[in-house]
């Protein structure tokens, strides 16, 4: 009341003459109408977002992920491609063969001025195969043995007949606990190891399956290095090649520079009767075949071969016989 006294002074002079309830109402409404149209005011204000771009003219942007990756939208789930369960093979009739005079001529040329020991003829066997199958791999002494300067240990009881018969088929290293103490020093001065079968227990107790087990050095019965007949087996290493898959070729050595085209295909047939023999011990759920062989050298790119001995430009066979 005072302070209506203080803002309105007539109001002593309107309650003396009986109005003064009246105006208190009149003055009461206005005031509930006024707080009434600033909440409107208020709650029809337009926030920053929304307003008119020339009255905000640095509106708020949100910010962006210096990563791009993460900025942009997730994209719907791409299906995922199928890969390949078998190697890559390229279509051979459009490409370029050669019979066997042919490549053995062109490997020549790339040979020139070396000797005719340091470089070997190499068979380069492409597979059908899938890439989860199991691998081909196998020995084979060659009608005409490709010279190899390994070096051939013997693990049998020093002083016995295997040991005598080893040493005279070419072994270098003979014996039992003298080879176990040189390996476990760190002295591997072999290339192959056999075992008899009268040593198999001492090289087991050896404990030298860490050592030669990773360098494909460690005698087994499924490798055919624990044998009883050391001689043979000896005279098969020295003459003989392995030949394992690899990623769907297998490789092996079939002849030195100066053999003689006759001696080339004698092997070339061979290793390859030898190789089919492989694939056909296979279950019949597993399907591996030749697709391609191709013959190179130390030094010479790979010739596909078409399987012929010689073509009518092939140069005379006296030729490619002699360096």
Request: aromatic residues 6%.
């Amino acid at each position: 009341m005072l302070k209506l006294r203080k803002r309105f002074p007539f109001i002593g002079f309107l309650r003396e003459r009986g109005e003064y309830e009246s105006i208190f109402m009149a003055y009461t409404k206005l005031l509930i109408a006024q707080l009434s149209i600033v909440r409107a005011v208020h709650l029809s204000r337009p926030t920053l977002r929304s307003s008119v771009r020339f009255l905000n003219p640095f509106p708020q942007q949100r910010h962006q992920s210096s990563n791009p990756q993460r900025a942009k939208k997730p994209d719907a789930p791409k299906s995922k491609r199928k890969q390949r369960d078998t190697f890559v093979l390229h279509d051979l009739k459009d490409a370029e063969q050669f019979s066997l005079c042919d490549a053995m001529r062109y490997i020549r040329a790339f040979e020139v001025g070396r000797p005719p020991n340091s470089s070997k003829y190499e068979m380069h066997i492409k597979l059908r195969s899938k890439k989860n199958g199991p691998v081909v791999r196998n020995r084979l002494r060659l009608p005409h043995p490709v010279k190899t300067d390994s070096r051939i240990c013997v693990i049998c009881p020093p002083g016995s007949k295997a040991a005598e018969s080893a040493m005279k088929a070419g072994a270098i290293l003979v014996g039992e606990d003298e080879i176990f103490d040189a390996v476990k020093a760190g002295r591997v001065e072999f290339d192959r190891c056999i075992c008899h079968v009268d040593s198999l227990a001492k090289l087991s107790k050896a404990g030298l399956g860490r050592i030669l087990g990773p360098k494909g050095l460690l005698p087994s019965a499924k490798t055919g290095t624990v044998v009883e007949d050391v001689a043979n087996t000896v005279k098969d290493m020295i003459g003989g090649s392995d030949y394992r898959e690899r990623v769907g070729v297998v490789r092996m050595p079939v002849g030195q520079l100066g053999f003689t085209p006759e001696e080339m295909q004698r092997n070339i047939k061979a290793f390859i009767d030898a190789l089919k023999k492989d694939l056909g011990r296979l279950s019949d759920q597993i399907d591996k075949s030749i697709h391609e062989v191709v013959l190179s050298s130390t030094n010479s790119p790979g010739f596909s071969l078409n399987g012929n001995f010689a073509s009518p430009l092939s140069p005379p066979v006296r030729e490619l016989s002699t360096l």
